[in-house]
């Protein structure tokens, strides 16, 4: 990053900080929704559909990247947002299935979405990994299902899906889950937010090694 782009981005959380003010995020936590903010300028994030934590969220992304973990993400926007440079750093991988020529017959066949075909695609990639959804919700719902059908065992799942059909109540739906999650309240989210989060977290667990 050049001088000037750092000096940018410096002041653009500066004034996050002073627009949101007061808040009850941890300091982790905090440095996490910031990026967000600053991906998407919606602030919203921290406040009427804010960003949630599971309480192990962080600690169980952090053991998951120190075990060179995989990052499955539910398209190909989230795949490309998040930094390679890091990646390649920490010794991770990023895997995305949704452009797989062969996913579009086997989305037909079974009258299944090619984001729920991808996830499933992705199981034993997902094992002790982060999943990133930040576009389909029938993406997350298929995680969820995988969870509890003992399929797949994330070490997190950022589900933030955006939408008005399904997007909320996927979130919702979650948070019920036994495993450690990011998502958030309501129908906004996208790939820029799903991607900062990533970026958020492999930058602090690059600077607390």
């Not at 996913?103 to 990639?125: G, P, Q, V």
Request: hydrophobic share 45%; aromatic share 6%.
């Amino acid at each position: 990053m050049s001088n000037r782009a750092f000096e940018i981005e410096k002041k653009s959380l500066k004034i996050i900080d002073t627009e949101i003010g007061q808040h009850n995020y941890n300091e982790l936590e905090w440095a996490i929704v910031r990026r967000v903010i600053h991906a998407t300028a919606d602030f919203d994030f921290a406040r009427s559909e804010r960003i949630i934590f599971h309480r192990n969220a962080i600690k169980s992304a952090f053991n998951a990247i120190k075990n060179k973990c995989n990052i499955v993400t539910d398209v190909d926007m989230v795949r490309s947002a998040i930094n390679k440079k890091l990646v390649t750093d920490l010794g991770l991988k990023a895997i995305c299935y949704i452009s797989d020529n062969a996913l579009a017959n086997e989305s037909r066949k079974f009258n299944r979405t090619r984001s729920e075909m991808a996830m499933r695609r992705a199981a034993n990639e997902m094992n002790g990994g982060i999943v990133a959804i930040g576009n389909a919700p029938t993406a997350l719902y298929e995680t969820i299902n995988m969870i509890r059908e003992a399929v797949a065992k994330p070490a997190l799942v950022i589900g933030i899906p955006v939408g008005f059909v399904s997007a909320p109540e996927s979130k919702d739906e979650l948070t019920k889950t036994n495993i450690p999650f990011i998502t958030n309240v309501g129908r906004k989210g996208g790939s820029p937010a799903a991607s900062s989060i990533v970026n958020a977290i492999m930058l602090l667990c690059q600077s607390n090694n």
